[in-house]
């Protein structure tokens, strides 16, 4: 091997905390079984560490006991990780559609999802909602590490559509894909934005799109309605459409 | 209503030879089903037609017999179709995972999908292949008119590996996002090229990627090797991202 690194290198993510000199330790029981009873790893194998913030360390598993102890070869600065921070709030759909935005998504290089109850939300069990963010965290997890990201995106806790607005105005740049909205597109905002700008957010509505109300409280609050195309998209599609574009824009 | 369009009016693709003067025949007997059993459309009521080449009509039902029988209201250029025409060779993936890209890349504006088999598709079922095409068409047609696109996208009958290289020459730009490419990105290739570029291949791997002999042919046969950006994705998810991108650089 030329270099420590290894597409088939297997990826964890640690607290900064657990990381300290030339050496890792792994406390996640979940990670622990994975890398001893999924993957079977032993002593002297390699896996790869990321700290989540900056680096991520090749590293070869020293001692397995409880806990897991590694031995740092190598550290890196994140490869595969964007400059810009997104973050997606998405209005709840249907079915399984939030798992697909949450796998694809992390692919494409989200930083943050937040689910939204909007006005034309369709699922009920607000109160349960909380179980499947567990899932979609895990979800995220998965594609991170097979994506070989330098960090794991959040999926945070379901919020109103009203909780969303007043967050709006910690991001530099909110990106609001509209339906109605058929002369701007996402080129022309994406082209027009100074330099510098890291924080953005996308906005995107469930299967019935947002309300007249919902639409003018996001362009009050400094949401830029825009185009993403001549086709309609589907509330799955259109943030993972809007993130590819940005990141299109903004990273290539 | 200040349109006879209406978002929530449902959409039909006829040929071009049942529209003649002012009237459509609608002779295709799963849509006169879908019209009269699922829909409960009747007499008077408004629909819209393509003709899959260049115009969309309004249209009224006049006789709902075993054909119908539609009087044209209005006829409108495509509002919803690209200039460009992209054709996905998509290495065959495992699972489900092709439905889903026929679903999303008629969304996003495709032309055509050709399943390949390729070195390291893992799908054994040649023979049988052509059940799951006939499936995708139908998954093409329900998201094209989901999508109110003025065309519905081919699927094309699997083919080899071979045959695809040999088709490659009919593009005008063949863009070939691979793995192995860290230098050069779609966007330097799609903003290097020339005006009118109208033909356009996208080709994806399966799971494992292409190897070493695959990407030599299809860079031997001009493809363009580059890279989609920082993270990896998913087969799945590549083609879809690919052609987001693509849409934004010339149709945007």
Same mark, same amino acid.
């Given at each position: 091997?030329?270099?420590?690194? $290894?597409?088939?290198?297997?990826?964890?993510? /640690?607290?900064?905390?657990?990381?300290?000199?030339?050496?890792?330790?792994?406390?996640?029981?979940?990670?622990?079984?994975?890398?001893?009873?999924?993957?079977?790893?032993?002593?002297?194998?390699?896996?790869?560490?990321?700290?989540?913030?900056?680096?991520?360390?090749?590293?070869?598993?020293?001692?397995?006991?409880?806990?897991?102890?590694?031995?740092?070869? &190598?550290?890196?600065?994140?490869?595969?990780?964007?400059?810009?921070?997104?973050?997606?709030?998405?209005?709840?759909?249907?079915?399984?559609?939030?798992?697909?935005?949450?796998?694809?998504? =992390? &692919?494409? *290089?989200?930083?943050?999802?937040?689910?939204?109850?909007?006005?034309?939300?369709?699922?009920?069990?607000?109160?349960?909602?909380?179980?499947?963010?567990?899932?979609?965290?895990?979800?995220?997890?998965? /594609? /991170?590490?097979? $994506?070989?990201?330098?960090?794991?995106?959040?999926?945070?806790?379901?919020?109103?559509? !009203?909780?969303?607005?007043?967050?709006?105005? @910690?991001?530099?740049?909110?990106?609001?894909?509209?339906?109605?909205?058929?002369?701007?597109?996402?080129?022309?905002?994406?082209?027009?934005?100074?330099?510098?700008?890291?924080?953005?957010?996308?906005?995107? *509505?469930?299967?019935?799109?947002?309300?007249?109300?919902? /639409?003018?409280?996001?362009? *009050?609050? @400094?949401?830029?309605?825009? $185009?993403?195309?001549? =086709?309609?998209?589907?509330? &799955?599609?259109? @943030? !993972?459409?809007?993130?590819?574009?940005? !990141?299109?824009?903004?990273?290539?």
């Amino acid at each position: 091997m030329d270099s420590p690194y $290894s597409k088939a290198m297997n990826r964890f993510f /640690a607290a900064k905390s657990n990381i300290k000199d030339n050496t890792i330790i792994i406390t996640d029981k979940e990670d622990i079984y994975h890398i001893k009873k999924v993957l079977r790893l032993q002593a002297d194998d390699r896996i790869i560490v990321s700290d989540q913030i900056q680096y991520e360390y090749v590293c070869r598993i020293k001692e397995m006991g409880p806990e897991l102890l590694l031995e740092i070869l &190598e550290q890196n600065e994140f490869l595969r990780e964007p400059h810009i921070r997104v973050t997606l709030f998405q209005g709840i759909p249907k079915q399984q559609k939030m798992e697909f935005v949450v796998q694809k998504c =992390t &692919e494409l *290089g989200l930083d943050t999802l937040v689910p939204v109850f909007m006005e034309r939300t369709v699922v009920k069990d607000k109160g349960d909602y909380w179980k499947k963010v567990v899932r979609y965290q895990q979800i995220a997890e998965e /594609a /991170a590490k097979q $994506s070989q990201r330098g960090v794991m995106p959040e999926v945070r806790q379901a919020t109103t559509f !009203m909780d969303m607005v007043e967050r709006l105005s @910690g991001f530099q740049l909110v990106l609001f894909p509209y339906e109605e909205e058929e002369e701007t597109t996402i080129k022309e905002v994406l082209q027009g934005i100074e330099e510098g700008i890291k924080r953005i957010a996308i906005i995107i *509505g469930p299967e019935g799109g947002f309300s007249k109300e919902e /639409a003018e409280m996001i362009i *009050g609050q @400094g949401g830029i309605p825009l $185009s993403l195309g001549k =086709t309609i998209l589907r509330t &799955e599609t259109a @943030g !993972m459409a809007a993130l590819a574009m940005t !990141m299109y824009e903004l990273e290539l």
